[in-house]
């Protein structure tokens, strides 16, 4: 076991075990570590359900492409912990993390407090030491009570699109989660929101940006994003931006893309449209729609394309079922289904509301039990909920490789998605990635 693993294991021990939202442990350590979090660059503070990942990629993209050195907090990790943490635009080594983490757990002296609240306070740590330009950081579960949010004059507070998740946390109405996502805004400080659903009060935004006097910018009224023949067009700022599309797959991308560039008005760096180009182009960001092209799993299907997804709450799944409805309209496809599924899911999700939109466009589904993972669904759950929404050719198998030989043997689709949790993609990107 390496000294991070090993310290990793001991704050995993930390109590409360469980998430337990709340600002007073975060801000009592900040305090002990001499409030890094007010010697930070400009900060770009990302919430929301879904896209939150997507659109730090984008902006961290085209931040680069411009020259600047970019902080990076991002949850949960894929494969690597470090991943969570970017120091200037390189991932922060193993010992570098444990000075970090060791130095906050010393201060800490043993009182209450959360492995995520913790991490978060070693990152804060960290950037407040290494010189950057602008620090992209993303809430790890809503924002109101984010050990996160203890950031009080961010350059722009960004909510992307919000859905029904988490809600033993959040609340169970559209209304709740919103409150709680606008909880990020702050007094005077300028204010972004993605495309959200038909669904979403947009008034909570709006109620909220006006009581703070925070200048507020929303998809569809102060800047839009919209597909055009070649990509699409970003208007808004005063400006209009004819644009390629974005290198991440899914027509939600172009909203996604377009909250970055919304956002990026309101930084204090020179970021020229070439480089807004040239970030569309090169942005990265595993196990959303990404094709799988080697390891184990794709020799297992020489003929079929292989694609992973993170997505696994009902947003996530409306997303797939677009992107499943586009491959279905493409030539090639066979038995008038354009897809088959490997589907591995943790307790706290609901496979039914994740996998109705997907639905039509699937011919088979494999249900299996993440592995390694305690949370981890029962395969049968998720058999069961398939054939609940009308997915005729439900099968179960011991784990993924399983899976895709069985689906693999009766004929695989044109192509073959893994989907339903982040903790199965990065077990996925870890052999295969």
């Given at each position: 076991?390496?000294d991070?693993d ?7 021990q930390?109590?409360?075990?469980v998430?337990?939202?709340?600002l007073?442990?975060?801000?009592r ?19 929301g359900t879904n896209g939150?990942?997507s659109?730090?990629?984008f902006?961290?993209?085209m931040?680069?492409a411009?020259?600047?050195r ?8 894929l494969?690597?912990?470090n991943e ?14 444990v000075t970090?983490?060791?130095r906050?757990e010393?201060?800490?002296?043993g ?7 913790i991490i978060?306070?070693a ?5 407040s030491?290494?010189?950057a330009?602008?620090l992209?950081?993303e809430t790890?579960?809503?924002?109101r ?6 950031v ?6 960004v ?11 959040l609340?169970d109405?559209l209304?709740a ?11 005077g400080?300028p204010?972004?929101?993605?495309p959200q659903?038909?669904d979403?009060?947009l008034s ?7 009581v703070l006097?925070?200048?507020?910018a ?5 800047w ?5 023949d ?5 208007e ?7 644009l ?10 172009i ?6 560039i ?5 930084l204090p760096?020179?970021v ?6 040239k970030g569309l ?5 595993p ?5 799988l ?7 297992l ?7 992973l ?9 409306e997303?797939l079922?677009l992107?499943a409805?586009a491959w ?7 038995d ?15 496979p039914?509301?994740f ?6 466009y699937?011919?088979?589904l ?5 592995p390694g993972?305690e949370?981890t669904?029962p ?5 069961e909920?398939?054939?609940a929404?009308?997915i005729a050719?439900v099968t179960e ?9 069985s689906l693999a043997a ?11 949790s982040?903790?199965?993609?990065g077990?996925i990107?870890?052999d295969?990635g």
């Amino acid at each position: 076991m390496s000294d991070l693993d090993q310290v990793l294991a001991r704050l995993g021990q930390l109590h409360p075990k469980v998430i337990d939202l709340s600002l007073d442990r975060v801000k009592r350590l900040l305090d002990r570590l001499g409030r890094p979090q007010d010697r930070l660059p400009p900060v770009v503070h990302v919430a929301g359900t879904n896209g939150k990942g997507s659109t730090i990629a984008f902006l961290r993209a085209m931040l680069e492409a411009a020259g600047h050195r970019v902080h990076v907090y991002t949850s949960p990790h894929l494969v690597r912990f470090n991943e969570r943490v970017r120091l200037a635009g390189n991932l922060v080594d193993d010992a570098g993390l444990v000075t970090l983490l060791e130095r906050c757990e010393a201060a800490n002296q043993g009182d209450p407090i959360t492995i995520f609240e913790i991490i978060t306070c070693a990152a804060f740590l960290g950037y407040s030491e290494v010189p950057a330009d602008v620090l992209l950081l993303e809430t790890g579960l809503g924002g109101r009570l984010d050990a996160t949010n203890v950031v009080d004059q961010p350059a722009v507070a960004v909510v992307t699109r919000i859905s029904f998740d988490h809600t033993q946390f959040l609340g169970d109405t559209l209304d709740a989660i919103a409150g709680e996502k606008a909880g990020i805004f702050k007094a005077g400080r300028p204010a972004v929101v993605g495309p959200q659903a038909a669904d979403v009060p947009l008034s909570v935004f709006r109620d909220r940006a006006a009581v703070l006097a925070a200048p507020l910018a929303m998809a569809g009224a102060e800047w839009s994003a919209l597909p055009t023949d070649i990509g699409f067009r970003f208007e808004g700022y005063g400006r209009t931006l004819d644009l390629p599309m974005p290198g991440l797959l899914g027509a939600h991308q172009i909203g996604n893309a377009g909250t970055a560039i919304a956002a990026l008005q309101h930084l204090p760096l020179t970021v020229q449209d070439a480089n807004i180009v040239k970030g569309l182009a090169t942005v990265e960001w595993p196990g959303r729609l990404q094709r799988l092209t080697r390891g184990p799993l794709a020799r297992l299907l020489p003929n079929t394309q292989l694609w992973l997804d993170g997505g696994h709450n009902n947003s996530a799944g409306e997303v797939l079922g677009l992107q499943a409805r586009a491959w279905t309209a493409l030539k090639g496809n066979r038995d008038g289904g354009a897809l088959d599924l490997v589907v591995g899911m943790i307790t706290s999700k609901v496979p039914a509301d994740f996998l109705r939109p997907i639905a039509p466009y699937v011919r088979r589904l494999a249900a299996i039990s993440i592995p390694g993972e305690e949370a981890t669904r029962p395969a049968s759950d998720i058999a069961e909920a398939a054939r609940a929404v009308g997915i005729a050719e439900v099968t179960e198998a011991a784990g993924v490789a399983e899976a895709i030989a069985s689906l693999a043997a009766r004929g695989a689709a044109p192509r073959t998605l893994i989907c339903g949790s982040l903790y199965l993609a990065g077990s996925i990107l870890a052999d295969n990635g």
